[in-house]
């Protein structure tokens, strides 16, 4: 346990937690579609929770529940002429802020972030926010996300079109 | 007291005019006039003349299972209260109080013995009843009682626990005003081997920028508005929604209709279509986690033949429930209107009781990946019904064309009105009924 806490004070450890984060960020912003598939660890889960923060996700539903598979089909999606509700694609930019190491070993990174994100697509701008939960995996090819949860603020409230990635 | 008063601008016996053309005028047999979908006059009018007029459907009993549970819905913009009374009823009360008219029950769903204000401190009982007002020596003795309660509408009725109400006492019983609806509800309760569903996985609430009447029952668009997905079904026949839209349902010649079933009901009809290939399906059901025993449990308790037709359309009826309730897909879904230009729909999945855990859990992950606010099927309808409300600001042609397959429309043994998948008798069905009760004097 004080091996966690201290490995996750290391400055090093918080360094790249947040570029990674960054880096995700900015190719969400940008439809990187298939550079941001690359950071997902084969072994994965992806999931935004509805209504709550936290739900059973065999009994109550998720906005989005979904392994490599899925995720892989949601890019083939977005990435082509057919998603509608990304055509046009909407103009992000977020800002990810808040972050904190919640653990880490020699083989995983857990963290948690909040952000806000701009929205403007078909002259209307919207705001979202959000708190993330990443666990990270060390590979070969560098960190990977093994884990990402994303409680979506409004995730109870009649919601527009969050076609885009978050 | 639950008669619909008239707006003053009333013209004529059978309705208000707008942009000079009677009500009447702007549906006809194969085209309606835009301003219905985008005037908000008219949006006005149907909260009287549809949303306080007919069985509105509210929420599922399955919802409030114990004594004093609640939920908040809406009869088009008014607020209700469902929630389970001491003596087992669902109870549907107007969320007012009597006092000053603030809401009484301010969070969506909760439990609770009591409803008080927290304006003046009234308080009601589960079934509405005012049992305490503060300082009564600031009334005349008996005011609880000359009070009575909460506001209700006059009629609440069930079908197999599907509730509803309605602000007008002038309706069927709900059953006769279901039709041929109910047998198709009966598709998704009976999904279940006991017949009990439940509504307790949550919901997804959406909001899109366009009216009401735009969410239908529509074949002709699933190969464009859809094609995204479509497109990748061919990967995967298996996968998501995609098993139970095998051999191309949406052509024209396969054996799916539509059918306007009456009183604004209508359906896709995948019936004929899934029975063709029943015995199939049921070997895939076999398959899947929980599959074997789920598809022992259905035979058991129905019988093969009745089992096979209750599996047949994997739970999804494609109904649509004038005006405001769906059942599709895996879930219940609410239409509230909520400007003439903008329109919640709530998404509601449905879970079974007595199968095995692991089909309630595919069943939301089949929701999951084509319904709900991130999804791969439900945006796109939403982008395209607010592509459809910016187009309709153009006026110089303001007719909606919704002729489709009247050439070829014919009335069926059971009274029925069929067209092929692709033809818009299900918009027109839509629109005799919203026809009928907004000009009904």
């Known amino acids: 346990m004080n091996k966690h806490i201290t490995v996750g004070h290391q400055p090093e450890v918080r360094q790249e937690f947040e570029a ?147 | 007291m639950n008669k619909p008063t008239s707006p003053s601008k009333l013209a004529g016996a059978t309705g208000v005019v707008s942009r000079g053309i009677p009500i009447e005028d702007l549906v006809e047999e194969g085209r309606v006039h835009s301003a219905i979908y985008t005037d908000p006059e008219i949006f006005e009018l149907e909260q009287e003349r549809i949303f306080s007029r007919t069985w509105i459907y509210i929420g599922h009993e399955s919802e409030v299972p114990k004594t004093g549970d609640f939920r908040l819905r809406k009869i088009g913009r008014q607020p209700v209260i469902m929630v389970r009374g001491k003596d087992g009823a669902v109870n549907v009360l107007m969320n007012r109080c009597l006092h000053r008219g603030a809401v009484v029950a301010e969070v969506e769903s909760g439990n609770t013995k009591f409803f008080r204000c927290w304006y003046h401190g009234w308080t009601y009982d589960t079934a509405g009843k005012l049992v305490q007002v503060t300082a009564d020596e600031g009334y005349e003795p008996g005011f609880c009682e000359k009070m009575g309660g909460l506001a209700r509408p006059p009629l609440v009725q069930d079908y197999r626990g599907f509730v509803f109400a309605s602000l007008s006492e002038d309706v069927l019983p709900l059953r006769e005003h279901l039709g041929q609806a109910a047998e198709l509800m009966d598709y998704l309760i009976d999904f279940s081997p006991t017949g009990k569903i439940t509504l307790s996985a949550g919901v997804n609430k959406t909001v899109y920028r366009g009216n009401w009447k735009l969410v239908g029952m529509d074949g002709y668009h699933v190969n464009y508005v859809h094609a995204s997905v479509v497109e990748g079904w061919g990967d995967d026949e298996n996968s998501g929604i995609a098993a139970m839209h095998k051999n191309d349902p949406f052509s024209d010649t396969a054996l799916t209709r539509t059918r306007d079933l009456g009183r604004g009901h209508v359906l896709l009809d995948f019936r004929e279509h899934r029975m063709a290939s029943i015995d199939k399906y049921v070997d895939f059901l076999r398959t899947i986690p929980g599959g074997d025993e789920y598809v022992a449990a259905m035979y058991s308790a129905y019988g093969e033949e009745k089992a096979k037709r209750n599996l047949s359309l994997a739970g999804d009826p494609h109904l649509g429930v004038f005006p405001n309730l769906q059942v599709i897909g895996n879930q219940i879904r609410i239409m509230n209107p909520v400007a003439a230009d903008e329109t919640e729909v709530l998404m509601f999945p449905v879970l079974l009781e007595d199968v095995p855990e692991e089909i309630n859990t595919l069943r939301l992950r089949q929701h999951e990946s084509f319904y709900g606010p991130s999804a791969s099927g439900s945006p796109d309808d939403a982008e395209i019904f607010e592509r459809a409300q910016i187009g309709m600001n153009a006026t110089v042609n303001p007719w909606i064309e919704m002729s489709r397959g009247l050439n070829r429309e014919y009335v069926d043994e059971d009274g029925t009105r069929v067209g092929r998948i692709s033809d818009e008798t299900t918009q027109r069905g839509q629109m005799r009924e919203w026809k009928r009760l907004m000009t009904a004097v």
């Not at chain 1, 912003?29 to 999931?47: A, M, S, T, V």
């Not at chain 1, 109550?60 to 977005?78: A, F, K, M, N, T």
């Open chain 1, 20 to 166: 990674f984060l960054f880096q995700e960020a900015r190719l969400m912003d940008n439809h990187q579609f298939e550079d941001w598939l690359k950071l997902w660890d084969k072994e994965c889960l992806y999931w935004v929770p509805c209504n709550t923060e936290d739900v059973d996700p065999n009994r109550e539903l998720s906005i989005i529940y979904e392994e490599h598979d899925q995720i892989r089909e949601r890019v083939r999606r977005l990435s082509g002429k057919f998603a509608h509700a990304q055509q046009p694609k909407s103009r992000l930019i977020r800002v990810l802020s808040n972050i904190e190491i919640e653990s880490a070993d020699d083989d995983t990174i857990t963290g948690i972030s909040n952000f806000v994100l701009g929205e403007v697509r078909l002259n209307r701008q919207m705001v979202w926010f959000g708190r993330n939960e990443h666990t990270l995996v060390r590979t070969d090819e560098g960190l990977r996300i093994r884990r990402k949860k994303v409680f979506v603020l409004n995730n109870d409230t009649p919601m527009t079109n969050m076609t885009f990635l978050v």
